[in-house]
């Protein structure tokens, strides 16, 4: 393990790494291990794309509720994408200056002594451990958690997993001495190095948000033995070099250092140019998710945000998550009018005055996250009268899903984060001028698209940049990197229908809450 990451860096990389005349080019490979796929992107000097590669993962789902995938599977992706974006560029190894990393955040990787995986990896999106969350707020006392740790103890994270093998696999349990997240066991198969990035380690709800370090308080009252636990690095920060072993799996070049890079989400961030206060990343794909840079450990003091470390070194983000955005349109196009195609639903939403005429659509068609973790929340149309039609439920689908993701906005600005100056806007869901015009005008702020579209990957990469010394830092990277391809701004009288809305949106789930509950599953 490095002990000074930072003096290794400047070792290693004492001079620029632009091109002088008759010096070669330079690039920097970005690693994404999602839950579908392992993706190895890279980016030269100035942050163009060269070229992208990716191979497939499995997952299991051995019993109800369960996901689990086998961390062999990821490496083998991993490894086979490595060499396929190299061969692909014709680039050479010994023009990679550094590898970032990335991928799916919470996942469990228990490992022992020798580094070998003791059972398949329980994934974020694993649902078993719900009593394992009761436990930890009872042993440890809910706001207390929320207070370190910046988050409520949901099934997702890392924490009641852990607790989850030592409770139902004790003899798994007893051989434990490692735990790594998806990406740091890819990690560890490049360089041989126990090693997580903050962010991703925050996901863990195992970190002390503000100290940006693993909390002995949480982990003693929990009993995971704080050995356990990798050394953490800002995402900057190199981790560790490439092995001869992995060398010769990937076609990378021994030596070549692997910068800490960040969870999916804080990667994506920095690939789309979320990286300073005022700037929030939406994302509108089939789920929303909103991203918030935060200058200090801010915390909502119901643990209804999510709140981790940023990748961006220093810095700390909010994260509100959404679970049916574009999956709302996706439903009502598939369901009622699935003959039309997206452009011409709104092309006749395009007619309907904002506001829907009073319509108002609730978008919990998969139960919710943020602002309400209740998964038996359902979606509803609700003011239908007889002078609505087709083209009004539909303006009033985006115009709900607008509403349910400002949800997010108004817990991060109530949480202290202050004004958005910016929304950078990706996913499917904004590529519709209409929804983008709703977006802005809902928001009250300016909605620009970028000219990246790699997310994390793309991050990841950058990250590897600063880390090798391209650019001075994390923000030098995005603006010299990312552009603004397009903007939206509100319409004022769109702005204040909205308005006059959006508090009758907030009314409707707290009054429907225990009519959801009877229904039923």
């Not at 490595?82 to 490992?111: C, F, P, R």
């Not at 977006?439 to 600063?466: D, H, I, K």
Request: hydrophobic share 40%; with cysteine; glycine share 10%.
């Amino acid at each position: 393990m490095f002990d000074n990451p930072e003096e290794i860096r400047n070792a290693a990389f004492n001079k620029p790494r632009f091109k002088n005349k008759g010096e070669k080019m330079t690039y920097f490979i970005g690693i994404d291990t999602s839950t579908t796929s392992s993706k190895a992107l890279i980016i030269d000097e100035k942050g163009k794309v060269i070229t992208v590669a990716s191979a497939p993962h499995t997952l299991q789902t051995p019993k109800p509720l369960w996901s689990e995938q086998d961390p062999k599977e990821w490496w083998v992706a991993v490894s086979s994408s490595i060499k396929s974006a190299l061969e692909k560029s014709g680039i050479k190894n010994d023009e990679v200056a550094a590898v970032g990393m990335t991928g799916q955040m919470h996942g469990l990787v228990l490992m022992d002594d020798d580094g070998n995986v003791l059972r398949p990896a329980i994934l974020w999106n694993d649902q078993r451990t719900q009593s394992q969350c009761d436990e930890i707020h009872e042993i440890v006392g809910k706001e207390k958690f929320i207070n370190i740790t910046g988050n409520v103890a949901l099934t997702g994270f890392t924490a009641p997993k852990i607790l989850w093998v030592k409770e139902n696999e004790p003899e798994i349990y007893a051989k434990g001495k490692h735990v790594l997240l998806p990406k740091d066991y890819i990690r560890y198969k490049l360089t041989n190095e126990y090693a997580m990035d903050k962010a991703g380690a925050a996901g863990t709800v195992l970190f002390d948000l503000k100290a940006r370090d693993w909390s002995d308080e949480i982990l003693s009252a929990l009993d995971i033995p704080r050995a356990w636990m990798p050394k953490t690095f800002e995402g900057t920060e190199i981790t560790g070099r490439v092995t001869e072993e992995a060398a010769a799996l990937t076609g990378l070049k021994v030596g070549t250092p692997v910068v800490a890079g960040g969870g999916d989400q804080a990667a994506g961030a920095v690939g789309m140019g979320a990286v300073e206060p005022g700037v929030v990343s939406l994302t509108v794909g089939t789920s929303g998710v909103v991203f918030a840079t935060t200058p200090s450990a801010l915390i909502e003091p119901n643990g209804r945000l999510h709140a981790f470390c940023h990748a961006n070194p220093g810095m700390w983000h909010f994260m509100g998550v959404m679970l049916s955005a574009a999956g709302s349109l996706q439903w009502y196009h598939d369901t009622l009018t699935p003959s039309m195609s997206f452009d011409e639903i709104t092309k006749e939403a395009e007619t309907v005055p904002a506001g829907s005429e009073g319509l108002q659509f609730l978008p919990y068609l998969s139960g919710e996250r943020t602002p309400y973790p209740d998964p038996m929340a359902r979606g509803a149309f609700i003011g239908l009268t007889l002078r609505h039609s087709r083209g009004h439920m539909t303006r009033a689908v985006l115009e709900g899903v607008a509403f349910g993701l400002k949800d997010s906005f108004t817990l991060i600005q109530n949480a202290g984060l202050g004004e958005i100056t910016q929304v950078r806007a990706s996913g499917g869901g904004t590529k519709s001028a209409l929804w983008r015009k709703i977006f802005a005008s809902v928001l009250n702020a300016e909605l620009v698209t970028v000219n990246t579209t790699e997310g994390g990957a793309y991050g990841a990469a950058l990250l590897a940049g600063v880390g090798a010394g391209a650019w001075k830092d994390t923000a030098s990277a995005c603006n010299e990197c990312i552009k603004i391809t397009g903007s939206t701004l509100p319409d004022a009288e769109q702005v204040a229908v909205y308005q006059k809305a959006y508090p009758i949106y907030q009314e409707l789930y707290p009054i429907l809450k225990s009519s959801f509950a009877k229904m039923g599953g």
